[in-house]
């Protein structure tokens, strides 16, 4: 069966609530039996002490033992001062139990009986006993007892004094203050339950609200919102999940684009092949043009290819599938190579190279996906600088940073182009005019690339006049370019 969070929760806290009633009780009563216990105690040595000073009187010119006067005086006294439950009790220093308050005859006391020896030996060692229980067999229930000695001078012996108070009292007392506390606690439950009802239904509330949105959500349905303002843990959580959804909206909108662009993508170039072997089968195309349609058709499957290569790659860099090996690398010479494989398109747009005559420049990354974003940003310059412009370098070190510049004249880029500029199978206006090999993915693998080498790039261009990438890497350390230096001169 389902448990619901309010139910867990309802009953954590009212677990928590009893625990804590049972143990703030529980120390409760062990403080209220220590303190009336020794208030107990005090009471009645306040009272063998009285009874004492009474005593030394007689005992200045009488045996106490044998002086009814005596007995008659401490009856009187405890009559008058003494409630029920409350007995004094006199024995000598054999134990001998020779005067009892209750009953006032002392020939009613049990036959023969003796205060055990231990307890009188103990007051003699400490000068007074306190304790708990029924005087070694001599009550019928317990009793609080407090008992001193005194001397007998005249007889030349001792008594022992006792004052006994029935329990019954305090556990009455304490039965009460019990009772009192388990009401008071059961009240305090049934209101903390009522509390916690009430609040939990208000938090549990905004809880079903998100599950009904995530349900929605795993349905693809990404437009309810939560409407969650709250200041707490639930209120960032709302607020999380409706990032979430606007995340998932636009990821399942770029997913829809992407289907939507590789079809595109795909469909054309086979259209175009599959028209072109289709003439060349029926002869609806000429012998003496087959080579020009078959260039055609290889171009496209060369575009076929390129697109397959580029996903390939893209995915396994977003997988992280893919290997990375962290190396020195010299832009300079990365950048040179590049050129050199692009010389006969430089040379037919009669392209100016500029800022390529400087000094080695070392970052650190992998070098063939270094490569791979140079070449790319290169191509895309070659592609789109005017005949007769100019593509220029630059090279700078930004503290820990290395950043390097792609700078070409031409047409250059209108703002809502820029922003759209790094997304996947994105062509300007003038790219998808002038540009029938490309498939849109080049700019979002470089992207890809640099950002999995914690870099940075981005791009400004003044519309009409020029485009300019800029990248950051991490720099080498001084003591790596120069190890990599030797090693290379070494080499030549």
């Known amino acids: 069966m389902r448990k619901s969070l309010f139910a867990k929760y309802i009953v954590i806290c009212i677990t928590i609530i009893v625990a804590s009633m049972l143990f703030i009780g529980s120390i409760v009563i062990a403080f209220m039996t220590g303190f009336f216990r020794d208030y107990e105690y005090q009471i009645i040595e306040s009272s063998v002490q009285n009874i004492l000073d009474i005593s030394k009187e007689v005992i ?12 008659n005086v401490l009856s009187t006294i405890y009559k008058r001062y003494f409630g029920k439950g409350t007995q004094l009790v006199i024995c000598d220093e054999y134990g001998k139990i020779y005067y009892h308050s ?56 001792k008594m022992y004094i006792f004052m006994v108070s029935s329990a019954d009292r305090f556990n009455n007392a304490l039965g009460n203050i019990f009772n009192k506390f388990i009401l008071a606690s059961v009240l305090a439950i049934c209101f903390s339950f009522i509390v916690l009802l009430v609040t939990n239904l208000y938090l549990i509330k905004p809880l079903k609200k998100l599950v009904y949105n995530a349900k929605e959500y795993g349905k693809g349905n990404f437009a309810p919102k939560s409407n969650i303002n709250t200041q707490d843990e639930v209120g960032e959580l709302a607020k999380a999940m409706d990032l979430m959804s606007k995340s998932l909206a636009q990821i399942e909108d770029s997913r829809r684009s992407f289907v939507a662009n590789v079809s595109h993508e795909l469909k054309t170039p086979m259209t175009i092949i599959s028209g072109f072997v289709d003439g060349i089968i029926d002869g609806t195309i000429p012998q003496t043009s087959y080579n020009h ?52 398109k430089i040379d037919n747009k009669n392209i100016v190279i500029k800022g390529m005559d400087v000094n080695d420049v070392w970052i650190e990354g992998d070098k063939g996906l270094i490569y791979q974003v140079f070449y790319n940003l290169i191509e895309n310059a070659i592609k789109f600088v005017n005949i007769g412009g100019y593509i220029e370098f630059s090279f700078n070190k930004s503290g820990s940073s290395i950043e390097v510049k792609i700078k070409n004249s031409g047409d250059g880029l209108r703002n809502n182009e820029i922003e759209q500029l790094f ?13 029938t090999t490309g498939v849109g993915l080049g700019l979002n693998i470089v992207k890809t690339i640099v950002n999995l080498h914690n870099g940075d790039i981005s791009v400004n261009s003044v519309y009409g006049k020029y485009t300019e990438f800029e990248v950051k890497f991490k720099a080498i350390r001084k003591k790596q370019k120069e190890r990599k230096s030797k090693k290379r001169h070494d080499q030549d």
């Open 60 to 71: 200045r010119y009488n045996d106490i033992t044998s002086d009814a006067g005596y007995v």
């Open 102 to 157: 209750e009953p006032d005859d002392i020939t009613q006391t049990k036959a023969g009986f003796y205060v055990q020896q231990d307890v009188i030996d103990y007051i003699d060692e400490n000068g007074v006993i306190k304790q708990t229980g029924d005087f070694g067999g001599y009550f019928n229930d317990r009793y609080y007892i407090v008992g001193r000695g005194i001397e007998n001078k005249p007889a030349l012996s």
């Open 293 to 344: 349609y078959l260039n055609i058709i290889s171009r496209e499957i060369k575009r076929l290819s390129n697109l397959v290569q580029s996903m390939l790659n893209l995915s396994k860099i977003e997988g992280g599938n893919l290997d990375i090996k962290i190396e020195p690398v010299d832009i300079v010479e990365t950048i040179g190579n590049i050129l050199i494989g692009f010389k006969c």
């Open 423 to 435: 997304n996947r199978f994105y062509k300007t206006d003038e790219s998808r005019s002038g540009d």
